[in-house]
């Protein structure tokens, strides 16, 4: 049953990496299978309708709904300009005329005869989906997107903001306890992934931010600092849109926690290499991980990891709610038996032995595993 509780966090040096490009709607593939992309190239494009308005001819013109076509200038499909005459009532032989005018740039999208109500349709927006990796095409969804496969060193962190992006890793920090502080970030970090050790401070946000790195990779934030960068409280929706100029990925939690050893000696490997990254970070239902990816220089892809086994004594975990939000330890034990929690539910647990040698309980689901 563990292996229903048990999200897998990865930290993997090889691994085959499968992202799926999609578009909102229907739209444009521009690609086919066995094509070779890079992390900018379009593969799929779409134009997503613009934002209708309405114009109440019949109301302004003082009409009925099925008097308005008479008065029409403008016909569905019609493109408009902004102030153009759309519509426009004509009396006393020509000597009086009431216009109406366009509010917007656009088309016209609908007249109604029964309301008298006129839609008019801002200009479409033009949607484009980049490959985001560097890796071959291995599927094709018609109209749709594509499926981009690429092997790979996978980092997944617990906690980002910021969108999709690329860079070359460079790692500031000399141990994984260092902090990343403002002064660590130099005019030459421009477009670069800044990888740091315990923790980001407000500080080098900002300088981050000036300097124009790509992002910033830490053991965690104080969530204040993160705040106030954001300018509003951190939700527990999907993050990933924020209007940001950097992406910043937390491997461990909010605090001043140390980076994994393991998972800063993999980025100082990495370190000078083109990566990947997104802070897009779902913790609910939907897991979805802030990730680190570098495409691999060895052409041979390398075998999926299996991430079904499950948990056993001495598994590595990571746990992803209070009170031990971000912590590090170890699979104690796994009691079979349904336990009551502080909520009242009855649920499967495990006892975990923290970094400091404590022993405590915690609900299976509010741990992940930490694949290697």
Same mark, same amino acid.
């Given at each position: ?268 490997? &990495?370190?000078? *290499?083109? =990566? #990947?990254?997104?802070?897009? $970070?779902?913790? !609910? %239902?939907? @897991?979805?991980?802030? /990730? ?57 647990? &495990?006892?975990? *032995?923290? =970094? #400091?040698?404590?022993?405590? $309980?915690?609900? !299976? %689901?509010? @741990?992940?595993?930490? /694949?290697?």
């Amino acid at each position: 049953m563990a292996n229903a509780y048990t999200p897998g966090l990865l930290v993997t040096e090889s691994i085959v990496v499968r992202k799926r490009r999609r578009l909102p709607i229907l739209g444009e593939v521009m690609v086919k299978a066995g094509d070779v992309v890079k992390p900018h190239d379009v593969v799929a494009r779409t134009q997503v309708p613009g934002d209708p308005e309405t114009v109440n001819i019949a109301n302004q013109l003082d009409l009925e709904g099925d008097e308005v076509l008479e008065v029409m200038k403008k016909k569905k499909g019609d493109s408009v300009k902004k102030g153009e005459v759309i519509a426009e009532k004509v009396t006393f032989f020509g000597l009086f005329r009431s216009p109406v005018h366009s509010p917007i740039d656009g088309t016209v999208d609908n007249v109604s005869d029964v309301t008298g109500v006129v839609t008019l349709r801002r200009p479409a927006v033009p949607v484009s989906i980049l490959a985001y990796v560097h890796g071959t095409v291995s599927e094709v969804m018609p109209r749709e997107g594509v499926v981009i496969e690429t092997p790979a060193a996978l980092i997944q962190g617990i906690f980002g903001v910021g969108g999709e992006t690329q860079g070359t890793l460079e790692i500031v920090a000399q141990t994984n306890a260092d902090i990343l502080s403002g002064d660590k970030i130099k005019p030459e970090h421009k477009g670069k992934i800044v990888v740091g050790g315990s923790l980001v401070t407000a500080d080098a946000l900002k300088k981050a931010a000036q300097v124009g790195a790509a992002g910033l990779v830490a053991g965690g934030i104080i969530d204040q600092d993160l705040i106030e960068y954001l300018g509003h409280d951190i939700g527990v929706a999907i993050t990933g849109a924020e209007d940001i100029p950097i992406t910043v990925i937390l491997t461990e939690g909010f605090g001043r926690i140390n980076m994994a050893e393991k998972t800063f000696n993999l980025l100082c490997s &990495l370190n000078g *290499k083109v =990566a #990947s990254i997104n802070g897009a $970070t779902q913790i !609910r %239902a939907g @897991v979805m991980r802030p /990730e680190i990816v570098v495409t691999s220089e060895n052409s041979q892809q390398s075998a999926e990891r299996d991430l079904s086994s499950g948990m056993e004594a001495g598994t590595p975990i990571r746990i992803i709610r209070e009170p031990y939000f971000g912590q590090l330890a170890t699979v104690h034990s796994l009691p079979p038996e349904l336990q009551l929690i502080e909520t009242g539910a009855k649920v499967r647990i &495990l006892t975990a *032995k923290l =970094a #400091s040698g404590e022993i405590v $309980t915690i609900p !299976r %689901a509010n @741990v992940e595993l930490i /694949e290697g």
